[in-house]
């Protein structure tokens, strides 16, 4: 193998690492080698319109596409014609929130969580100011949402329930089958962000009640730029009114051409997921639970965020005391993880998920989110665990005596 070809990976076992070890998986994952294959084609010589009738390059197109829809599907145990292909989950969100709420009577209610991500929170802010009501259940200290809260929450004019199936920050699973069964029972419609959990963790739509889910590809070693919100066919009461006006596509719900390449290489990426999750799922928990427990062992003043058992098999939230999430991340040179802070506006806020969770802006803002994947192996933990535990020792002793 030439040495520009070696993974960061191979280069740590010689010791010659010269990119950071990658422990960000929640926030994207690299697109797999197999993936990026089946996609090439795409590009070049198969690159025709997905909605061009007339000729081989739209048939071959429409095909992939078709194909792509049925794994897509598969992953979730869903029929093929409820996936509707978005640009990605946030796309998917707003399609569910906004389009359901918009089809529906003015001014009627809609229930989320305080733990969710920005990409429900963001739509739900923008409904109510346009006059719809919009109920933030509070969550748990480990950050999952009540049934029961939901069951309390919903009105006569409630028409959705959007709660996430897997929180991005701290890997909390919520009780989805428990909210969909009052969901159901009260005739509410109920949305699932899983861009988390799709590919992380088993989900069967045959037996979970949700009757609208979205899904981003970048999550499940896929591309960037694609996604899809599964709309249940047995839930024919969901009235959607699309974002988008233009050709009709998806089932009139996302006009626009399909970007035949991206949706390819989804369908693969979802393909590949549902054959390695069993494997992977216990790999990853394992992995993550060395983590911990290499951690605990070298540092005091250490804590665990999230649900202590019913948490994504990848994710491990800590938080350090005594130390600044953003300063730990300046220290830690080989290896790129997230801070607890959402650095999406100028100032960084404290996690949001994490203060719904009851902890001090102190802690929260002393927190970092390890989000382990397919690549990594058991000596990049290990690498992980010294480097960091050396960088709070280190900040702690600033801190104490000063630089
Ligand atoms: C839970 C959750 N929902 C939605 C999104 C947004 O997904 P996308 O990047 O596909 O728009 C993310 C990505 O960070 C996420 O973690």
Not at 20 to 32: F, G, K, L, S
Not at 41 to 65: C, I, M, Q, R
Request: charged share 20%.
């Amino acid at each position: 193998m030439k040495s520009e070809q070696m993974s960061a990976i191979d280069r740590s076992a010689t010791g010659m690492r010269s990119r950071p070890i990658y422990m960000d998986h929640h926030a994207t994952t690299p697109v797999d080698p197999r993936v990026l294959d089946a996609m090439l084609p795409y590009f070049t010589e198969k690159f025709g319109n997905a909605a061009s009738v007339n000729h081989l390059y739209g048939w071959e197109a429409y095909d992939a596409v078709e194909a792509a829809r049925g794994q897509v599907a598969s992953l979730l145990n869903a029929s093929p014609r409820e996936v509707i292909f978005t640009s990605g989950a946030t796309e998917a969100n707003n399609l569910a929130l906004k389009g359901v709420m918009r089809a529906s009577r003015p001014g009627s209610h809609l229930v989320t969580a305080a733990a969710e991500h920005r990409a429900v929170l963001d739509p739900a802010r923008r409904l109510q100011r346009d006059g719809y009501q919009v109920t933030v259940l509070s969550v748990d200290e480990h950050g999952r949402v009540d049934p029961e809260q939901v069951a309390a929450a919903i009105r006569p004019n409630t028409v959705l329930v959007s709660i996430m199936l897997a929180n991005n920050e701290v890997g909390t699973i919520n009780p989805i089958s428990e909210i969909g069964r009052v969901c159901r029972a009260k005739q509410v419609t109920l949305h699932c962000d899983a861009a988390q959990a799709a590919g992380r963790i088993p989900i069967d739509l045959q037996t979970l009640p949700v009757d609208l889910l979205s899904l981003s590809a970048h999550k499940l070693y896929g591309p960037k730029g694609v996604g899809a919100l599964i709309v249940r066919k047995g839930a024919g009461r969901v009235r959607i009114e699309p974002l988008l006006d233009g050709g009709g596509h998806e089932n009139r719900l996302r006009s626009g051409t399909l970007p035949v390449p991206l949706v390819v290489g989804f369908g693969r990426a979802c393909e590949l997921a549902a054959a390695a999750l069993p494997e992977e799922a216990t790999r990853l928990a394992w992995l993550r639970d060395r983590l911990w427990t290499g951690l605990s062992a070298q540092l005091d003043g250490i804590r665990m965020n999230g649900h202590p058992t019913e948490r994504l098999p990848g994710n491990l939230n800590v938080s350090f005391e005594g130390v600044q999430g953003d300063a730990l991340m300046a220290q830690l040179k080989g290896v790129a993880v997230s801070s607890g802070s959402a650095c999406t506006t100028a100032e960084p806020e404290p996690s949001h998920v994490l203060r719904a969770m009851g902890l001090s802006e102190t802690l929260s803002r002393a927190s970092v989110r390890f989000g382990l994947g397919r690549g990594n192996t058991e000596q990049e933990v290990d690498a992980v665990i010294d480097e960091v535990a050396q960088a709070v020792r280190k900040l702690r002793r600033i801190t104490r005596f000063g630089p």
